[in-house]
């Protein structure tokens, strides 16, 4: 299976399909409701840029969909006037948003019902990741279909190296969302570390430092701390896709009936994020919430990197 | 400077006076509240237990105060019937606990003014760096005063590596509250991500992996996870330790009218630990509120490692 379509071409949808082209496979189709996005990396890579959900089915042989949230993810397999799964017979699809574990379920029943397969393709990697084909990849759904598709699973995940089979669908989106929700809690929590030891005027380079040596060392720490301290905020995972992962994991809470205190907590910080227009700025871009002096949106802040 | 005296000789302050003799000092005196402990380590050292604190100040050169809190830390200095500063001409202080930045500067302007010195050491590290030397020892005080302990302090930090003069007294414990409070926060966080995955019924031995290659990875991932899913709450660090500290970093952010909604909800969780009865576990025991079917205090949690 060699012909890819690529459905949502976003960041991380398009350094995906660029990492495929990549690895020696033929991306033959190309959709975002941007159109403008499809019609760039279609020239770019040599693709069709389709007007129709049914024309990138029809290209292609596995489809790969990247796109914002639950309801672009259902509306992808079942918009009436256009739909995915029109003639989709044999056609796998690998579906990388990161959505609701039940809609992965949803998705996985229609794709049967029209003689396809779906699997979900959890990532918990960022835009540099895709790129490289150095993505951490958790997948559900049936074993079968996994291992049909593993050679372009493979070719996302530093050879196979960085993959891994979770469960059933949507086990891997309540792992992502349990990944999201404590990286979320962390950022937020190193942004009023470091929002407080501004206040205090202390030197935030040798605070950077001593957390990184002690138990508040975080990944987060290496990632977004020196962002927070020049708020430099260019978007690699935005605030508002923080507050719709933790939103998701604290309805999977409340299923489970677990009371999460801190998950709350930085749900509503993410939230506030969006409130005040940040919504777009980086997830570090929680430090202008904590940062004395700090609370309007920084001018550099929107560019991507 | 080569005679130690050591007051408060718990987990930590024991070890660091085993480090000390072992590096070639003199442990001259030792003194504890609970008489006990420091009949106990005076014998293993070949120092002298002293019945009042005046004592070991007549004994020492150097003495390091490792008690529990404020309350404490002000009354070896100030208590009328017997402190430390009795004839303290000369004497160096180096105040090792955990406590508020304004109990430092309070207990230097009482040393000056016995011609006695101090210094904060803050310490953040535990009980086996505390054994070994190699403590993350920060310190806040006068320079002249730092670089006159400094081989003692070395001693203790790794031949210096991990020694770092932060500023005037208190400063290191303003940085030592916010490394405790971002810690305190992850390790809350933590719990409640591993406590879901319990709920949700997902393999944690893979939970913690995944968390480990992403976002999620935090230095209380290491220290803390394994012994969350085992319920093994022998104590380095304590709930209600965590509790005080984030108590600490929650009064000092009230002053710099910051608003810190995740260190509140760790804090409040480190509380619930101490009203429940589980304030003397390890700070992992916060994962006694988070995982389904737990709530007692587990058997074996109880014993030190």
Redesign the interface.
Known sequence: MKKIGVVGVGRMGANMARRLKQAGYVVTAVYDSKKEYAVALAKELGAESCDRLARVTELSEVILTVVTDDKAQLSIFMDKKDNLLKKANGRIFINCATVSPEVHVKVQTLAKKSKAQSLEGCM??SINQALAGTL?L?CGGEKSTFEKVKPILNAMSDDGK?L?Y??TAG?AA??KA??????N??????A??L???A??G??LK??M???S????????LQ?DGEDMLNRDHACF?SGSHAAKDSGI?LG??KK???????????Y??YRKMVLKGFGDLDKSGIAEL?F?GRGQKPKKAGKKK
Not at 185 to 190: D, E, P, R, S
Not at 213 to 220: C, I, K, L
Not at 256 to 266: C, I, Y
């Open positions: 918990a990697s951490y958790m960085l891994r979770i469960g086990k309540q792992v349990l990944v999201n929700m404590v990286m809690i962390n950022t937020a929590g190193l009023e570390g929002g407080l030891g206040a205090l202390l030197d040798i605070l430092e001593v957390f040596q002690t138990g508040a060392n975080s990944r987060v990632t995972f994991a999977l809470a489970a009936r677990r009371d999460l205190p801190l998950a709350k907590a930085a509503q910080q904590t004395p």
